[in-house]
């Protein structure tokens, strides 16, 4: 009944409800998180909360490792879990949901010529960040509109895949209201 020694003391029982991506019209301009085949669930909740914070209108899991109904998926998320449109598919499903509602492709990767600050993230668009151990697919990094990435000055190649999918989605943020 507890995942872990301290209970809060509540419980509750409700059917885990699955949404189809094909069947979600975005809105105007929105802003989507795409998770490629994260395997940590700590990393999709807290994936969850930043995309929340940053006031994304969705967050789809691409060929999911983890279960999004995970324990550690919905405490790292803070509650945002429960608030945020949340989508499983493939890739390939993802891919064609964005082509069909003409959202320009973000996928982040170390790799990419161009700095994230570089590119315009006002209208519509999805950001893709991938594997925590081997980013993203070559499916998205070759389908994807436009690679990005994040300037690693140290020894590190890649930040965590929360912390650099943080950074894009504040990105965002800045560029529409500023």
Not at 63 to 76: A, E, F, K, L, S
Not at 91 to 112: F, G, M, S
Request: net charge negative; charged share 15%; with cysteine.
């Amino acid at each position: 009944m507890a995942f872990r020694q301290r209970s809060e003391g509540l419980l509750a029982v409700a059917p885990q409800l699955r949404r189809q991506l094909a069947t979600y019209q975005p809105v105007e301009n929105g802003c989507y998180l795409f998770a490629e085949a994260l395997e940590k669930p700590g990393n999709l909740g807290t994936l969850l909360r930043s995309a929340d914070g940053a006031g994304a209108n969705g967050v789809i899991v691409c060929d999911p490792c983890t279960d999004i109904w995970h324990p550690d998926v919905i405490h790292g998320s803070i509650g945002a879990f429960f608030g945020l449109p949340i989508f499983e598919c493939t890739t390939e499903e993802a891919l064609a949901w964005c082509r069909q509602w003409n959202i320009r492709t973000l996928a982040a990767t170390p790799q990419a010529e161009r700095l994230y600050t570089e590119i315009d993230m006002r209208g519509a668009i999805a950001i893709a960040v991938g594997t925590e151990q081997y980013g993203l697919s070559h499916t998205w990094l070759t389908a994807a509109d436009e690679q990005i990435k994040l300037p690693m000055l140290g020894t590190a190649n890649s930040l965590n895949v929360a912390m650099a999918a943080t950074l894009l989605l504040y990105e965002v943020v800045r560029q529409r209201t500023a």
